[in-house]
């Protein structure tokens, strides 16, 4: 039996159409009418106007950050429950990252929390929340607090396409937002991500920015350092073939999310990941919380019996203010996302997974019960 991944990319069959065209056209560079069309389309699904598309969701971050001016001296205040990718860009840009731990009803970052950093660290110049597990932040309150102290909101919705906060498309809500098409994410472009903002000035300089700063000159002129981080044509092609089946893709991650709920519904000691009440989220994966005392078995037990039978797994997110590298960082509260690692493990989730599988899943699970 073939191997069943968490979050394996999952191919809509219009891929190649696209290809060919770029190909066909040559323009086979890291711009062109496929990277253009890529930007526009997301641009009107996020509905956000301005889109750049770029090698990665890191690499948007960055841009992000490069754009505001942050840089050192500068702290960030950034979700400790998250993927390093979410923080690495801080360190990158020469700030200071502070982490917020997560709150327990949406395991997405607390404003309580962020409310105490933002009053005590008169530094922190901008806040880097996390769409955790394609679930948005309570944005309502998060946008108050930075609108309050004057600081700007980075939306890392790498997870999250194809969520809304409060019925609007999740990549709306931060002043500027980053989005992820790797290969493990909803849709993919193998590598990818995309920067949107309802600034066009910041778009066009992160535009600038991303293929080495170029002055407008004959030669190459050069005023400020620049990154090579422009999204290849063809990447793009794929992109827009993976766009266009979007809604399906969330739509079959949902169905599998439920179905796990309901065939777990009656164990004792697992539970879900909160669903916040003013969105919906893409369910990129489905994660459990195993409480050994009720549950008769572990996370890790059930991690290592899922493996035995070639099915990829994964904890959670181990927090940022938990990690060596980031060990000398301040933080703010710290112990929700530390209980949520124990005890916390990633389903298969991805949009591919087939029902027979998925009811392998479950029963590996429940033969680790005691
Ligand atoms: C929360 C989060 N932020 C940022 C990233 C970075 O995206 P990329 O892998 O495209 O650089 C990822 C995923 O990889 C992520 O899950």
């Known amino acids: ?65 490069v754009v505001l001016g942050i840089g050192s001296g500068d702290e960030v205040a950034c979700s400790s429950f998250t993927f390093s990718a979410s923080a690495n860009p801080v360190v990158y840009a020469g700030a200071s990252p502070v982490f917020v731990d997560a709150d327990e009803a949406t395991w997405t970052m607390d404003p309580g929390l962020l409310e105490r950093a933002l009053a005590e660290r008169p530094a922190i110049r901008a806040v880097v929340a996390v769409d955790l597990y394609g679930q948005c932040c309570d944005y309502d309150r998060i946008r108050e607090l930075c609108a309050e102290r004057d600081v700007t909101l980075i939306q890392d919705a790498a997870e999250s396409l194809g969520a809304t906060y409060r019925g609007a498309a999740a990549g709306g809500q931060g002043d500027l937002a980053a989005f992820s098409f790797n290969g493990n994410k909803v849709i993919t472009t193998s590598g990818g991500g995309m920067l949107v903002s309802r600034d066009r000035g910041w778009i066009e300089h992160a535009r600038k920015l991303s293929t080495q700063a170029r002055d407008v000159a004959p030669h190459y002129e050069h005023t400020e350092i620049g990154f090579n981080y422009r999204l290849s044509n063809l990447l793009a092609a794929v992109g827009r073939a993976q766009l ?13 999310n ?25 369910c990129w994966l489905t994660c459990i919380v195993v409480d050994p005392d009720d549950a008769g078995t572990d996370r890790e037990r059930i991690r290592l019996a899922l493996e035995a039978e070639d099915i990829e797994s994964r904890p959670l997110w181990k927090p940022m203010h938990l990690q060596p590298v980031f060990a000398a960082a301040p933080a703010y509260g ?37």
Request: charged share 20%.
């Open 258 to 282: 439920a179905r796990y709920r309901k065939l777990l519904a009656d164990v004792a000691g697992i539970s879900f990941m909160p669903e916040a009440p003013y969105g919906e989220g893409n």
């Open 1 to 65: 039996m073939p191997r069943v991944y968490l979050s394996p990319p999952h191919l809509s069959g219009r891929e190649l159409e696209y290809l060919t065209d770029a190909v066909d056209s040559n323009w086979v560079a890291p711009l062109g009418p496929q990277v253009d069309a890529f930007e526009q389309e997301l641009a009107a699904l996020v509905d956000v106007p301005n889109a750049l598309a770029l090698s990665s969701g890191t690499a948007a971050l960055h841009l992000a950050l």
């Open 334 to 370: 710290g112990e929700v996302s530390a209980g949520l690692l124990e005890r916390g493990l990633c389903l298969p989730s991805g949009s591919s997974l087939s029902d027979e599988d998925q009811l392998r899943v479950v029963e590996t699970l429940l033969a680790t019960r005691a």
């Open 244 to 256: 266009a089946v979007l809604p399906d893709r969330v739509a079959a991650r949902r169905r599998i």
